[in-house]
Every structure is written in C-alpha cells, then in structure tokens.
C-alpha cells in the first residue's frame, strides 16, 4: 500500500530530484545538458537499417483537442492557389509563374509536442528558481522552448508497455511504476544510460485511433506515470520523457491534492522536458520487428522566442 502523496510530497520530492544550479544559474537547457557530445555521437552509431520513423501525430483537424484549456486542433488555411491563378490574381506575375501558399493557427500544446521548461509552475517558482512572472502574455523571457533549438537529439529508448504486458492497450488510470519501467527495460534487453530520451507507450493512442474517437484522451482518466518515477527519472538522469498520452502522467492525479504532481517534479525540479501525444504504433512495430528498441532519436522544437512548447516532428532513425 502506498504512502498518501499530496502538495507536501511534491514539494519535498521535488527538493530531493531538483536539478535547480546543477549546471549553473543561467541555464536554461535543464536535463538536456545530460546529452553529452559523446551521447550523441555514441546515439549516432545505433542506426543499422537506414528507416526513419516518424513519431508526429498528423496536424490537421481530426487531431485530438476538444476545446480542453482553450486548445483546440490546427486550422490550415490558404493564402493563394490554384484558383487565384485561375481567376487572374497571378497575373501581375510574369513568365506563367503561379504559386501557392498556406498558413496555420494552432495551439503549440494542441499536438505532437514539447512542454518548455517555464510551462509548468507552483509556489511561484519555475525550472533553476525562476520567478514565474518571467512568463507573461508577451512570452517567456526565460525557460522558452528556443533554449532547446540545438537539440533535441540523442539516444531515443521506447518502453513498450502494451507488448510487454501482452494487452493492446493499458487502462485508463493504470500507473506505471519505476520497477514497470525497470521490467520493461530489462525485457526488452535494454540498459537505460545517463542523457537517455524516453519514450514510453501506453496505447492510449492507438486505442483512440481503432475506436475513431478521442473521448477522453485530453480531458479524462489516461495510462501514463506514476508520480513515484519522479526519482527514476532524476537517479537515472533521464533527458526528456515522452509518451503517447496527453500528459504522460497518470491521471486522475495519485495525489489528493493538486494535479500534475509529475510534472511539477520532473519537469519543474529536474528540469526534464516533457513530450506528449506521440505517435508510437509505427516506432513499436518496426522496433518489434528486430527487437531493438534504442535508436538515434531527432526531435527539435522550432524555435519560436518565448513560446512554452513547440509542435515536433520526432523521428526515430533505425
Ligand atoms: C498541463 O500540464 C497544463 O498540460 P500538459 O499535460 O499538456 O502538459
């Protein structure tokens, strides 16, 4: 039976997994930092097959938002095409040339994404005892998504709980533990390194697709975390966690109190960037295939100045 997490916990566990000045006051980068070059040219060496798989969920509007925290899914528009040309709006151009162009609204959250460092806060304080009022409507003027532009790269793991487990997908609310992620490592026959990128499926995804619907994915009870990975993820020095999940959490919140107990941990303390709504039914077939689940993983954020998260198009490279 476990103990009872609530606000207290957090606070004292994200004391104990803090990464707050580990890599000195102006950084910005967090975890990130535990991708050494010679991680990343240790990563390069792991593609045997030359196959790139994506990890993006399409951004179009069968995505998954709901209107949950005022997201909602991407709006492609054009701004000129064919039918311009057709009516002679092209005209003015010389020589035959016609053209097309296209634009896009969308939240940075609504989709395949990174939380930025200055995306999750309590008691005031973000990622290396930053003030969060640093993050105000004209951005974040610390702890942006751009501090990540010369990354994300490294050694990419996929933990594959739903193969591992023999189910085609985990319940909603299933917790997985630390000693999960250990059983499933070992399973696989994989260690999990210092500067590792992890990413972990539940199935939750592939449920929404089979079933042609999202109910619940953003809003209701998922798979995902445990709050008690907190301290894996630190003692292991984990860079970033990904999952195919919303929140990468567990949810309904293990503690009685507050929501987003792993964030604020993970993300807030250890300065660990979260990666949400992956697509990773491709990425566990191929890795299925010849039982090797570590690649060279590439999935940097755009660098947008002062954004809180970026959409991504992460690719696992085999
Ligand atoms: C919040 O934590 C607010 O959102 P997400 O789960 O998308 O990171």
């Not at 999952?243 to 964030?263: M, R």
Request: with cysteine.
């Amino acid at each position: 039976m476990s103990a009872r997490i609530t606000q207290d916990t957090v606070r004292e566990w994200g004391r104990r997994y803090s990464n707050w000045g580990r890599w000195g006051p102006d950084d910005e980068k967090g975890a990130l930092n535990f991708i050494t070059p010679a991680r990343i040219l240790a990563a390069t060496a792991l593609p045997r097959r030359g196959q790139v798989v994506s990890c993006a969920l399409a951004f179009d509007e069968h995505g998954p938002q709901n209107g949950f925290g005022g997201r909602h899914n991407p709006i492609h528009y054009m701004l000129s095409h064919g039918g311009d040309a057709l009516a002679g709006a092209q005209d003015y151009l010389p020589g035959g040339f016609r053209y097309a162009d296209d634009a896009v609204t969308m939240p940075l959250q609504c989709g395949t994404q990174w939380d930025s460092l200055a995306h999750v806060y309590y008691d005031g304080r973000m990622y290396n005892d930053r003030d969060m009022r640093l993050v105000t409507s004209r951005g974040a003027a610390k702890n942006g998504i751009e501090a990540a532009r010369h990354g994300v790269v490294g050694r990419g793991i996929l933990l594959d709980f739903p193969r591992h487990l023999g189910v085609a997908w985990l319940e909603d609310g299933h917790a997985i533990r630390p000693e999960d992620l250990d059983a499933c490592a070992e399973a696989q026959g994989v260690a999990i390194e210092s500067g590792d990128i992890l990413l972990v499926r539940t199935g939750m995804l592939a449920r929404c697709l089979e079933r042609k619907s999202w109910a619940g994915y953003c809003d209701g009870p998922a798979p995902g975390l445990s709050v008690h990975c907190a301290g894996w993820l630190h003692e292991r020095e984990i860079a970033a966690i990904c999952s195919d999940t919303a929140a990468v959490e567990v949810l309904p919140s293990e503690a009685e109190d507050c929501v987003g107990p792993l964030h604020m941990i993970a993300l807030r303390n250890s300065g660990i960037l979260f990666g949400e709504i992956f697509a990773l039914d491709e990425l566990a077939r191929a890795c299925a295939e010849d039982r090797r689940w570590a690649f060279l993983f590439a999935a940097p954020p755009l660098p947008i100045t002062g954004a809180v998260g970026s959409p991504i198009n992460p690719l696992a490279i085999r």
